[in-house]
C-alpha cells in the first residue's frame, strides 16, 4: 500500500524538530526531507510542498502564509503551526478535543491550523465550562500564562541560552502588557467568549513546560455555580479523551499544592485541574501541558495522523531525534 507522504517545511526549527522527532522511526508514513542547504530555497520547498499529501507548516507568520501560496496540487494539504490562519475562513481548527464532531472535521479537512500553546489550555479549560452554561458567554476571563523559553522558537532560545552580552538578562519576564498578544483572537472565539480574556502571558529560565491559570470568583457569576459543578463539568467532556486528563478536585485545606510546569515535558498530556475555596467562593482553572508537546509539536501530529486516517496506538511522545 502507497504510504501517505509528509513533509516538514521549516524541519530545522524548533517545532519541525520535535515534530520529526516525533515521526522518526514511523513506518506507516514516507518523509520527505528537504537537503539542508536547501531548505530556504523557495522552488526546493514548493517541489516539496506540492509531492506531499501533508505539508506540515513550521514557519513564522509570514512565511507560512507565502507558503500556503506556493501549494498548487489540490491533493496537497496542509498542517500550519503558525497563527497565521487560527481563525481564517477555510481552515479548522486543530484541537480534536474542543467538542463533538471536531476530530471528524479535521480528518475531512484540506487545511488544518494548529492552536497556539497558551490557548490550548485556556481553551480547553474555558470552552466545556461555558457550553455546560457554567460560564456565560459574557464571563471577565484573565488568563494567566506561563512558558518555557522554547515558546519563543530559535531567537528567544539563543538568548536564553547564549552566553556573555548574548545572554538575556533575568530568569523572568512578563511580556504581552500591551494586552493585544496574537493569541487572543483564537482564546476568544474558540472559547466562545463574547469578549477577549486578558492575557498575560510569562516566560522563564526553563526551556519546556506551560501553566495556564485562570481565575473565577464563584459569588460573581450570574447563577450560584460550585467549584465541584466545574469540575464534573471538565471531567464529563474529557472522559473518554486519551491526551486530556481531568485531575481530582483540589479543596482549600486540604494541603497545599505545587505544580511544576515542566511535569509533562516530552508527553503530548494535557492536565486539567480546579482548585476550590468555598468559603471565599473562589476557584482557580489551571492547565499543564508541554508547550512544544500538546501546545504544539505532539498536537501536530495528532492532527496530522488524524488527517491521515493513521490514528491508532500512538502516544505522540518525544524521545529525541
Ligand atoms: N515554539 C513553540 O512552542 C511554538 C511555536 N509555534 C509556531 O510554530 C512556528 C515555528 O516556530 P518555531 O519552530 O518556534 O520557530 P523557529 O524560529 O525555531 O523555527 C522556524 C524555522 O523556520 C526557518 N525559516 C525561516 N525562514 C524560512 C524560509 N523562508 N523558508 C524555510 N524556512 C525558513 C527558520 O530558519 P532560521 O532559524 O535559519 O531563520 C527556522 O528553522 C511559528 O509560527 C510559531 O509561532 C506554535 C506553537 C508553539
Ligand atoms: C514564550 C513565547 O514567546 N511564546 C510565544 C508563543 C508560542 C506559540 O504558541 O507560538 P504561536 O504563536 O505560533 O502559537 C509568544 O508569546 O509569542
Known amino acids: 500500500m502507497r ?3 509528509v513533509f516538514i517545511d521549516g524541519e530545522a526549527g524548533t517545532t519541525g524538530l520535535q515534530i520529526r522527532g516525533r515521526l522518526l522511526g514511523r513506518t506507516d508514513l514516507e518523509l520527505l526531507s ?14 516539496l510542498l506540492n509531492a506531499a499529501d501533508v505539508a506540515v507548516l513550521c514557519l513564522h507568520d509570514d512565511v507560512a502564509k507565502a507558503a500556503v501560496g506556493l501549494v498548487e496540487n489540490p491533493g496537497t494539504r496542509v ?6 490562519h487560527r481563525v481564517a475562513e477555510g481552515w479548522v481548527y486543530g ?10 472535521q479535521i480528518r475531512r479537512a484540506r487545511f488544518v491550523s494548529n492552536p497556539g500553546c497558551y490557548p490550548t489550555g485556556a481553551i480547553g479549560l474555558l470552552r466545556p465550562l461555558v457550553d455546560a452554561g457554567l460560564l456565560p ?7 494567566q500564562g506561563t512558558s518555557g523559553y522554547s515558546g519563543g522558537g530559535r531567537q528567544l532560545i539563543e538568548a536564553m541560552e547564549g552566553r556573555g552580552e548574548h545572554r538575556l538578562a533575568g530568569d523572568y519576564r512578563a511580556y504581552g502588557l500591551e494586552l493585544t498578544h496574537k493569541h487572543v483572537p483564537e482564546m476568544t472565539r474558540y472559547s466562545r467568549l463574547a469578549r477577549p480574556p486578558i492575557f498575560t502571558p510569562a516566560v ?4 519546556q513546560g506551560m501553566l495556564i491559570v485562570i481565575p473565577v470568583h464563584l459569588w460573581a457569576l450570574p447563577r450560584p455555580v460550585t467549584a465541584a459543578e466545574l469540575h464534573a463539568a471538565l471531567a464529563e467532556h474529557y472522559r473518554a479523551q486519551r491526551f486530556v486528563t481531568v485531575m481530582p478536585l483540589e479543596t482549600y485545606g486540604a494541603h497545599n499544592p505545587v505544580l511544576d510546569p515542566q511535569a509533562l515535558n516530552g508527553t503530548n498530556r494535557m492536565e486539567l485541574f480546579v482548585y476550590a475555596n468555598p468559603e471565599r467562593e473562589q476557584a ?3 492547565a499543564r501541558f508541554d508547550n512544544l508537546g ?3 509539536s505532539g498536537a501536530a501530529v495528532q492532527n496530522l495522523d488524524l488527517m491521515l486516517g493513521l490514528e491508532g496506538a500512538h502516544t505522540y511522545e518525544y524521545h529525541g531525534d
Open 3 to 5: 504510504k501517505p507522504k
Open 34 to 47: 528537504i537537503d539542508p542547504a536547501k531548505r530556504k530555497d523557495e522552488a526546493e520547498r514548493k517541489r
Open 79 to 84: 498542517l500550519d503551526a503558525s497563527s497565521a
Open 95 to 104: 484541537f480534536p478535543e474542543l467538542g463533538p464532531g471536531q476530530a471528524e
Open 137 to 143: 458567554e459574557a464571563f471577565p476571563a484573565s488568563v
Open 204 to 207: 522563564g529560565r526553563f526551556a
Open 284 to 286: 482557580l482553572l489551571i
Open 294 to 296: 500538546k501546545g504544539a
